[in-house]
C-alpha cells in the first residue's frame, strides 16, 4: 500500500512520462517527407539514363538533372541515390510505391494526364517540343502534314500525350509509341530513315543535333513548357516546399544558368549548321584517322578524344591544309615544331597526328608543377597553341592582379591583354594574338565532350563501321565548354 503522499507525485511523474511518450511517439509516427528525408540521410531519386539527365562519362556520374538534384541533396545535407526506371511510366510507379523514391527527375512536363499521378515542382528549364522530319524530305509545316507519315514518340511521354491530341482532331494522322527506345534512338530513327517523324523537347534536339547531320526541325508544336520535378500525390507539402525554394534560389544566384549553358551551350556555339557539319564530319571523316589518334595517344598518354578533338580545331580533319601564317597539316605543326618532334612531312596525316601528340605531351610536362588538372590539360593546349612563353606572360599578368596564375578561368581573362600594347610592353615575351587560345581551348572542350560522349565503349549500334565512334545512345557523357565551377 501507498500513502497519499507517495500517491501524488507518483501519479504526476506517470502522467508527465506519459504525456513525453505521447508526444515522442506524435514525433516519430509522424515525420513529414522532409523530416524522413533528413532522418534517414538520403535523398532517392528516380530519373532516365539518357544524355538530357542522368549518365556516365569519362569522370563518373554526370548529366543535367543528376546536377541539379545533386546540389539539392548537399543543400539537405544528405546523400544522393539515383535509381533509374526503363521507361516513363515505370518512373511514375516508382515514386508512388511506399518505401521508394521521393522525387522524380527527369525532364518531365506537367500534362494534364501526369497531373493525376503526381504533383509538380516550379520549371526549371523552358522547352518546346518540336516535331522532327529528315532532310531530304519535303518539310512539313504544320499538323495536317502529317498525315501518312511514319510517327514515333515515346511511350508515355508528353509527346505522346500530344500525338493522341492532335490524332483527335485529325483522325488520319497515324502515329506509334514505343517504351524500347530512348529520345537519341527516336533522332536515330529519323536520321537514318526508319521513320519520317518524331518529337522531342527542344532541348534534347539541342544536345543530339551534333550527332545526326540529316535531323531537322519541322515546326514547333505548341507553346514551350517548363521542365518540372514530381513528387507523389499523396505527399505532404514539406518537399515540394523545400524544392521550389531550392530551385528559386538556383535561379536566382546563377547555378541554374550556369549548368544550363554547360548541357545545352553546344548548339549556342557551332550554331545549328556548326552542327550538322560536326555530325558530318565525325562520320565522314574522324573514321580515317581515328587509329592513328589512338597510336599516338596511347604512345603518349592523352585520352585519343583529347587529341581528335585538337585535330578538329586546328583543320576540320583535313590533311592538307596550311594557314595563312604557314603553319600545315592536320595538327597545323609549325616548321620548328615538326622538325623538332621528328615530323619530316607535315602533310601526311599520320605523322602529323604523332609530331602534334608527342607536342602536346611535351608542353604539358614542362608546365609548372603547381599546376593541376584539370586545368593543367587546357594550360597544355594555350601553350600549343600561343607557345609557353606567352603562357607564361599571362600566367604573370594573373598573378599582378590578384588572380590564380594556375586557374585557367583567370589565366584566359588576361591572355587576350598580350596583343594590347599597354600590357605586352611590359612582358617578357611581347606581343601574341591572346584571344586566339582562348577560343582554341574553348572549342577543343567542347569536341572533347562530343566526341567522349559519342565513344561511350558500352554503347551499340555504331553508324561508323570498323570505328569506335558511335552516334550515342542511352548511356552518354556531357557536353561542356568552360565547365565552369559551379
Ligand atoms: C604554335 C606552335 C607553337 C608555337 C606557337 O605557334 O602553332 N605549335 C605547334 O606547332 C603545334 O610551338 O610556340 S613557340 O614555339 O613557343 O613559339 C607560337 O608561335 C598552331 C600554332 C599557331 C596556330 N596554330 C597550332 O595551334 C596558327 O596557325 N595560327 C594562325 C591561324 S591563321 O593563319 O590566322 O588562320
Same mark, same amino acid.
Request: glycine content about 8%.
Given at each position: 500500500m501507498f500513502s497519499q503522499s507517495d500517491f501524488r507525485p507518483r501519479c504526476a511523474r506517470w502522467l508527465i512520462a506519459t504525456g513525453l511518450f505521447l508526444m515522442l511517439g506524435a514525433c516519430v509516427d509522424k515525420p513529414n517527407t522532409l523530416e524522413r528525408v533528413k532522418e534517414d540521410g538520403v535523398l532517392r531519386v528516380v530519373t532516365r539514363n539518357s544524355p538530357a539527365t542522368y549518365f556516365q562519362d569519362r569522370n563518373g556520374e554526370t548529366g543535367f538533372e543528376y546536377e541539379l538534384v545533386k546540389r539539392f541533396a548537399e543543400d539537405l545535407g544528405v546523400d544522393l541515390k539515383i535509381e533509374t526506371a526503363d521507361n516513363l511510366d515505370e518512373l511514375f510507379d516508382q515514386i508512388q510505391k511506399p518505401g521508394g523514391p521521393v522525387l522524380a527527375a527527369a525532364g518531365l512536363i506537367d500534362t494534364e494526364q501526369r497531373k493525376k499521378q503526381a504533383r509538380f515542382s516550379h520549371s526549371y528549364l523552358d522547352v518546346t517540343p518540336q516535331v522532327i522530319y529528315r532532310n531530304g524530305q519535303s518539310r512539313p509545316t504544320? +499538323?495536317?502534314? !502529317?498525315?501518312?507519315k511514319r510517327i514515333t514518340v515515346l511511350k508515355g511521354s508528353s509527346h505522346a500525350e500530344q500525338m493522341a491530341a492532335l490524332k483527335a482532331q485529325n483522325p488520319a494522322i497515324e502515329y506509334e509509341e514505343s517504351d524500347a527506345v530512348e529520345v537519341v534512338d527516336l533522332l536515330r530513327m529519323v536520321d537514318d530513315g526508319q521513320t519520317d517523324i518524331t518529337l522531342v523537347d527542344s532541348n534534347e534536339l539541342a544536345m543530339n543535333q551534333v550527332y545526326f547531320p540529316n535531323v531537322r526541325v519541322?515546326?514547333?508544336?505548341?507553346e514551350g513548357k517548363g521542365q518540372r520535378w514530381a513528387v507523389a500525390l499523396g505527399e505532404d507539402n514539406s518537399l515540394l516546399n523545400e524544392i521550389n525554394a531550392y530551385l528559386d534560389k538556383v535561379n536566382k544566384n546563377g547555378t541554374l544558368q550556369r549548368l544550363k549553358d554547360r548541357y545545352y551551350g553546344h548548339v549556342d556555339v557551332l550554331g545549328y549548321v556548326g552542327a550538322y557539319t560536326f555530325a558530318q564530319h565525325l562520320q565522314e571523316r574522324l573514321p580515317k584517322y581515328e587509329k592513328h589518334f589512338q597510336a599516338s595517344a596511347k604512345k603518349e598518354q592523352v585520352d585519343w578524344r583529347l587529341l581528335a578533338a585538337i585535330g578538329y580545331q586546328e583543320s !576540320?580533319?583535313? +590533311?592538307g591544309v596550311t594557314s595563312k601564317t604557314g603553319v600545315r597539316g592536320l595538327m597545323m605543326l609549325t616548321q620548328n615544331t615538326a622538325q623538332a618532334m621528328g615530323v619530316?612531312?607535315?602533310?601526311?596525316a599520320r605523322q602529323s597526328i604523332q609530331g602534334g601528340a608527342k607536342y602536346f605531351a611535351y608542353v604539358k610536362d614542362q608546365l609548372d608543377d603547381t599546376i593541376a588538372e584539370p586545368d593543367r590539360t587546357w594550360f597544355a593546349l594555350a601553350s600549343y597553341n600561343i607557345g609557353s612563353g606567352h603562357l607564361e606572360d599571362a600566367r604573370k599578368l594573373a598573378e599582378n592582379e590578384g588572380l590564380n596564375p594556375n586557374k585557367w578561368l583567370d589565366v584566359k581573362k588576361m591572355l +587576350?591583354?598580350?596583343?594590347q600594347k599597354k600590357w605586352y610592353s611590359k612582358t617578357r615575351y611581347g606581343y601574341a594574338r591572346g584571344g586566339e587560345p582562348v577560343h582554341f581551348v574553348a572549342n577543343i572542350r567542347r569536341y572533347y565532350d562530343i566526341l567522349t560522349w559519342a565513344t561511350q565503349p558500352q554503347l551499340e549500334g555504331s553508324q561508323v563501321a570498323e570505328s569506335n565512334l558511335h552516334v550515342p545512345g542511352v548511356n552518354k557523357t556531357k557536353p561542356a565548354e568552360e565547365n565552369p565551377p559551379l
Open positions: 504544320d +499538323p495536317s502534314d !502529317l498525315v501518312g519541322a515546326f514547333d508544336l505548341g !576540320l580533319w583535313q +590533311p619530316s612531312n607535315r602533310l601526311d +587576350p591583354r598580350l596583343s
